[in-house]
């Protein structure tokens, strides 16, 4: 239900490349995820490091399933692909990720926004900031979404968005009129992303006067 939601009121109209249950006729622009590459060194010091397969991140990930997820695997299957679940079966370009905050937003290809400015204002509001108890590292969080403005500091205070697990990242920011969005063909070493920074901070920096750091 709520795919088809999503593909007669928001992806169809604004065309976005961005699906929730890819079609069978999509199947062949479809490029696999790569699992992260690393040393058996690297793999066994990262994995050694984690709190416990029974901790928030082990559930979080179904590390502490029987077997554990593969995550690579699950998103390279065409079920997951078709079914579309919310939480992790979202494909789609760039482009795609993009454009759904440019509609969120703004409005796109001659369409009006899909959210008033009331309820931009408490999407990016922050609700939650500090150690973040699923992934360890600091989480800036507002409701629903990442706030994208407290993690990156040349964005503005309302900026809004989430990445991904395999390394995407799609951002809104109300103030510069900025849309971004990113897909990698490979997983980060432990889900670590430094190039996303410097990445953002060039693309916001090509639409106005800052500088990438």
């Not at 490091?49 to 065409?78: E, I, K, S, W």
């Not at 990698?184 to 070493?189: A, D, K, Q, S, Y």
Request: net charge neutral; glycine share 16%.
């Amino acid at each position: 239900m709520f795919q088809r939601i999503y593909d007669e009121r928001v992806r169809t109209p604004y065309g976005l490349d961005l699906y929730l249950g890819l079609p069978e006729a999509e199947e062949g622009r479809f490029l696999p995820i790569r699992w992260w590459t690393a040393t058996p060194e690297q793999e066994a010091a990262f994995w050694s490091d984690l709190p416990g397969l029974h901790g928030l991140l082990g559930v979080g990930y179904r590390l502490n399933g029987t077997p554990p997820l593969a995550q690579a695997a699950f998103a390279n299957t065409r079920a997951v692909r078709a079914g579309g679940p919310a939480s992790a079966g979202g494909v789609g370009s760039a482009r795609g990720l993009a454009g759904l905050y440019a509609a969120a937003v703004w409005g796109l290809n001659g369409r009006p926004p899909l959210l008033t400015p009331d309820t931009v204002g408490e999407f990016a509001m922050p609700h939650s900031t500090g150690h973040d108890l699923v992934r360890g590292a600091r989480g800036d969080y507002a409701l629903g979404f990442q706030a994208k403005g407290l993690q990156y500091g040349f964005l503005g205070a309302d900026a809004f968005g989430h990445d991904g697990s395999a390394g995407s990242e799609a951002f809104a920011d109300p103030r510069s009129g900025v849309a971004f969005g990113y897909t990698r063909c490979c997983f980060g070493f432990g889900w670590v992303y430094p190039k996303h920074d410097r990445l953002a901070a060039i693309h916001r920096a090509a639409t106005g006067h800052l500088r990438p750091v």
